[in-house]
Nanobody, 124 residues
Framework: QVQLVESGGGLVQAGDSLRLSCAASGGTLSNYIMGWFRQAPGKEREFVAGISRSGTTTQYQDAVKGRFTISRDDAKNMLYLEMDNLKLEDTAVYYC?????????????????WGQGTQTTVSS
């Protein structure tokens, strides 16, 4: 089973950029469809972005399209989320997750392995 560890979160101002990283160990990242999810206080965990095994197909939540970019480096067993033009509503704990499904799915139950999360806080 693969272990996932996120990093890169922090406190930033609205309009700033931040890059989240997810390091995988105990397994080969290329075997999985990968996703980023987030959970704000009092809200359900929501899909942010997903990437296919090959890296050629990506999918985003409408609220982050054009601002966030998901990428992967399977040689390094790493997943990334580049977040630009951050908004107050992007404040959340961000999780990376791995799925063995055939397609990118935007629902948390389809993801088998999860990291512990990294907090991102956007201030005005």
């Amino acid at each position: 089973q693969v272990q996932l560890v996120e990093s890169g979160g922090g406190l930033v101002q609205a309009g700033d950029s931040l890059r989240l990283s997810c390091a995988a160990s105990g397994g080969t990242l290329s075997n999985y469809i990968m996703g980023w999810f987030r959970q704000a206080p009092g809200k359900e965990r929501e899909f942010v972005a997903g990437i296919s095994r090959s890296g050629t197909t990506t999918q985003y939540q409408d609220a982050v399209k054009g601002r966030f970019t998901i990428s992967r480096d399977d040689a390094k067993n790493m997943l990334y989320l580049e977040m630009d033009n951050l908004k107050l509503e992007d404040t959340a704990v961000y999780y990376c997750a791995a799925s063995i499904r055939a397609l990118i799915l935007n629902s948390a139950p389809y993801y088998l392995y999860w990291g512990q999360g990294t907090q991102t806080t956007v201030s005005s």
